[in-house]
């Protein structure tokens, strides 16, 4: 049974930092890649950040270019998002996903493309 859980969310301060974690079993971790979505009240999920199996190749949003930067250890099974320089427009639930194999730079941002999921943690960030 695969599990994915998210931690790391809290309320933070504009401009502060965070770094969500997602902790994955019951899936070979280092045959998937790995992606963060959004989801903020009334709006769609949005795919932020891939990462490739290896953790070579991450792709990223513009929003959040520069300022959040996707990784992720294989031996511990384990993603990561670091969050910097937080904005009011970041609050959501985060949420993590997994597919199997090679990811497409071109859709990886649709929450279809993937095939599992973690149940979500909330960022908060106050002005």
């Known amino acids: 049974q695969v599990q994915m859980v998210e931690s790391g969310g809290g309320l933070v301060q504009a401009g502060g930092s965070l770094r969500l974690s997602c902790t994955v079993s019951?899936?070979?971790?280092?045959?998937?890649?790995m992606a963060w979505f959004r989801q903020a009240p009334g709006k769609e999920r949005e795919g932020i950040s891939c990462?490739?199996?290896?953790?070579?190749?991450?792709d990223y949003v513009d929003s959040v270019k520069g300022r959040f930067t996707i990784s992720r250890d294989n031996a511990k099974n384990i993603l990561y998002l670091q969050m910097n320089n937080l904005k009011p427009e970041d609050t959501a639930m985060y949420y993590c996903?997994?597919?199997?194999?090679?990811?497409?730079?071109?859709?990886?941002?649709?929450?279809?493309?993937?095939?599992?999921w973690g149940q979500g943690t909330q960022v908060t960030v106050s002005s």
């Open positions: 996903a997994a597919r199997a194999g090679v990811y497409s730079s071109h859709v990886w941002r649709s929450p279809q493309y993937f095939t599992y």
């Open positions: 019951g899936l070979a971790f280092d045959d998937y890649a």
């Open positions: 990462i490739s199996r290896g953790g070579i190749a991450t």
